[in-house]
């Protein structure tokens, strides 16, 4: 098949829908599909664009996968218009290379949410070519804009976005998100049943489990068996709820046996890293390279996966993937009932958001027992080498790539 990629994020951003995006392509390339991906230049989850690439120019990279990157804004301080700004200035650089690709007659179109945006570059793109038209949504881009406060829920603009929605949604052959969850959410939106599909976020088991040796990098810091590690480890801005991490390290600060390792970038990073100053139980790190993944992973004893409540069922997180793959316990703030929760179920402790004390209880039930750590541990594992291996997701979507371009 020849197939057509096309989202903001992409290879070699380390985190979120860049990473994924990626290793899809490159795994469909490896399979003998012909593979392009119109993107753009990485700037995620810093807000800036690598130093090594044009911001402003068209560039190609040619290899087993042609990649066309397209000029972007990136605002310095992401807000609402901004982010609106951003987002527009890639549907439009992005038109013109999408077009381009009608010569090619790919046999099927994919664009990535976010950017909601690209939606119309793909169905015109898909339309010229006779191309089936695919859209996967990682995240509901419109919810979280009203329900984060970006934009303001009630009256016209509201009404006309969801009707925008609803009417782009319908008009692609299958419609794809992470969660069941969020599947529902999508036939809730008025896409039929039969067109929509769940295809998860995967995990490499090969390259993300625990391991029988002590952490590479548990060991450079110092961090001895006595101490318990709670590690945060991704993206550092305003879904994340990271408000609550310097408020457990000051709670556990007086604990001799707790650290707490946290590893990201992002446009919340330095009021983070302002929170957390000076305490001696808390070590900060910037972004690990793809190589030390594993090792990062398994420095932890325990994984941290703050969330705030107005994204619990909008998002799926994309790092707790690896969390599970490692084997080691996971604590979220996530609502009873939410994908977030069901997720983690066996394998650590889901809390309300804003419950700091049922935080601070899930935090010293596994500082205080090696033996749940590990029961915990081994459930996560299972879960994700029976659910989340990625050439078990990759196959049924693969699959069902062949049948919707075999039913046009």
């Known amino acids: 098949m020849r197939i057509l990629l096309h989202g903001i994020n992409y290879w070699p951003e380390l985190t979120g829908v860049g990473k994924y995006t990626g290793e899809m392509a490159e795994w469909l390339a490896i399979r003998g599909h012909e593979v392009r991906v119109v993107t753009a ?9 690598r130093a090594d690439y044009p911001a402003w120019k068209y560039s190609v990279e040619e290899g087993q996968i042609r990649v066309y990157r397209c000029p972007l804004f990136v605002p310095e301080q992401p807000s609402a218009l901004s982010r609106v700004a951003h987002l527009f200035s890639f549907m439009l650089s992005s038109l013109p290379v999408m077009l381009k ?5 790919p046999d099927v179109v994919v664009t ?34 009203f329900d984060m406060g970006f934009l303001h829920e009630g009256g016209g603009i509201a009404k006309i976005a969801y009707k925008l929605e609803r009417f782009i949604m319908q008009r692609f052959d299958r419609v794809s998100t992470v969660s069941p969850k969020m599947v529902t959410q999508v036939e809730q939106k008025g896409v039929e ?45 305003m879904k994340q709820g990271l408000e ?107 809390v309300e958001p804003g419950d700091m004390a049922g935080l601070i209880e899930a935090v010293s039930k596994l500082v205080g027992s090696a033996t749940l750590r590990r029961e915990l541990g081994v459930n996560a594992r299972i879960h ?25």
Not at 112 to 132: G, H, V
Not at 384 to 408: M, N, P, S
């Open 41 to 49: 230049p990485p700037y995620y989850p810093a807000w800036r664009i």
């Open 101 to 105: 690709q009608i010569v090619w007659r």
């Open 112 to 145: 990535i949410e976010p950017s909601f945006f690209s939606t119309l570059n793909t169905l015109l793109t898909a339309k010229l070519s006779r191309a089936a038209r695919w859209l996967h949504i990682q995240d509901f881009e419109i919810d979280a804009a």
């Open 193 to 237: 049943h039969q067109k929509v599909m769940l295809f998860p976020n995967w995990v490499d088991i090969t390259v993300v489990h625990p391991l029988e040796r002590t952490s590479a990098l548990r060991s450079k810091l110092a961090l001895g068996a006595g101490k318990v590690v709670l590690l945060y480890s991704g993206n550092m801005g």
């Open 244 to 350: 609550l991490l310097p408020v457990l390290a000051q709670w556990f600060a007086p604990d001799p046996r707790v650290h707490f390792i946290f590893c990201g970038d992002g446009a919340l990073r330095p009021q983070l890293e302002q929170a957390v100053a000076g305490l001696s139980n808390v070590t900060m790190l910037p972004l690990q390279p793809a190589s030390s993944l594993n090792d990062l992973l398994n420095a932890a004893d325990i994984h941290l996966l703050p969330q705030r409540a107005d994204a619990a069922d909008l998002v799926m997180p994309s790092k707790l993937t690896g969390m599970l793959a490692s084997g080691r316990p996971v604590i979220a703030t996530a609502a009873k009932g939410t994908q977030v929760a069901t997720a983690i179920e066996g394998s650590g402790y889901a």
């Open 384 to 408: 994700a080498v029976e659910h989340l291996g990625k050439d078990r997701v990759l196959e049924r979507f693969e699959q069902q790539l062949r049948d919707v371009t075999g039913r046009r």
